[in-house]
């Protein structure tokens, strides 16, 4: 088994993936309750947390999985991006723990990470397919024609499609992370009750800052009382404008380049009115999986080449690609 480890945000989590892609465990203990007073995540309260979760939470994938570090044949981590001091507790914790045991490292990109959430079972999917990677921190659309390779087709010019989720809902007063927040409110709006436009940019890339601003007019214009009658409303209208701009990329892309199917991944990908606008045989990964977890990071391991015991001993994390 492969032992993952993912520590690049404000989630700390370790999985234990065979070679079959088989999740034997997957723990995620998650910090958002520790952050939403902040309205966001603060990087050195991350830091803090990945320390103290970190043993423990290996150790509860460990039992979960009925095994111990003998059954262990590589240690995976996530090197980056994400935020930095959070990526260097994992990492360090992955160095430890492998060089204890003389075990190989296998270093993960976390983005790489998402796209093989598609890789495990019980549905494992084989490439070629186009995927759409929609997370807090990017928008990426992904020609994914092997396991290990890799074409952009483009990504967001500003604001991530997680980012716009999570900043609508802060105008909106939902707290953070404000993406499933949304997703429950809309269902209770109606979406062509507001029309919020989604800039259209050349080429394959997004734009989401302008749709931001438009919402915030709209927040702005209202009475307090008013607001709170039409928050179902604007919640509804917003995830249509984010979900179309998602899904009409998407669309273009595979008529440009021939996808037979198309995929998506990351935190977005949880959101329930874009899993219904796909077409019924696009590649969906669990919810569970879609939000960050160290599954996926185990997942994309098995494709990855591993370092040697001791050569990894320097490795470094990355906060951006
Ligand atoms: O992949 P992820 O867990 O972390 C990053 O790598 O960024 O993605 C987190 C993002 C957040 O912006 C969150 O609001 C969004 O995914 N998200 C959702 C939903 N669940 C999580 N966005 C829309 N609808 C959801 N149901
Ligand atoms: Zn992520």
């Given amino acids: 088994m492969i032992l993952g480890i993912e520590t690049s945000c404000d989630e700390t989590a370790a999985a234990l993936v065979d070679a079959q892609g088989n999740v034997r465990a997957s723990v ?32 509860e994938a460990l039992a979960a999985a009925g095994a111990t570090l003998d059954d262990v044949r590589a240690v995976a981590v996530t090197q980056g991006p994400g935020l930095i001091g959070a990526l260097l507790v994992g990492v360090a914790a992955a160095k430890a723990l492998a060089w204890a045991r003389r075990l190989p490292l296998i270093p993960v990109d976390h983005l790489l990470g998402h796209v093989a959430s598609l890789y495990l079972q019980p549905t494992a999917a084989e490439p070629p397919f186009l995927c759409l990677l929609a997370s807090g921190g990017h928008t990426m659309l992904i020609d994914v024609q092997e396991q290990s390779r890799h074409v952009l087709l483009g990504q967001t010019l500003d604001d991530a499609a997680g980012e716009a989720f999570d900043k609508g809902a802060r105008l909106l007063g939902l707290g953070y992370p404000g993406g499933a927040a949304i997703d429950r409110l809309a269902r209770e709006g109606d979406p062509l009750a507001y029309s919020f436009p989604v800039a259209r940019v050349p080429g394959l890339d997004f734009s989401f800052s302008g749709l931001k601003t438009s919402l915030l ?52 990908a949880a959101n329930s009115e874009l899993r219904a606008a796909l077409p019924a ?19 994309a391991a098995r494709f990855l080449p591993a370092l040697a015991y001791p050569e990894y001993l320097s490795l470094d994390a990355y906060a951006s690609a």
């Fill in 217 to 268: 007019y709209a927040v702005r214009d209202l009475p307090a009382d008013e607001l709170a009658r039409r928050r179902a409303d604007l919640a509804a209208s917003y995830q249509r404008a984010i979900v179309r701009a998602l899904v009409e990329r998407l669309q273009v892309a595979a008529e440009r380049t021939g996808a037979a199917r198309v995929a998506i991944v990351g935190g977005v």
């Fill in 281 to 299: 045989d696009a590649l969906l990964a669990p919810l569970v999986l879609c939000t960050d977890n160290a599954a996926m990071i185990a997942s």
């Fill in 28 to 59: 995620v203990a998650t910090q958002a309750e520790l952050h939403t007073q902040y309205g966001g995540v603060v990087p050195e309260i991350a830091s803090r947390r990945h320390l103290e979760l970190i043993a423990p939470v290996v150790r």
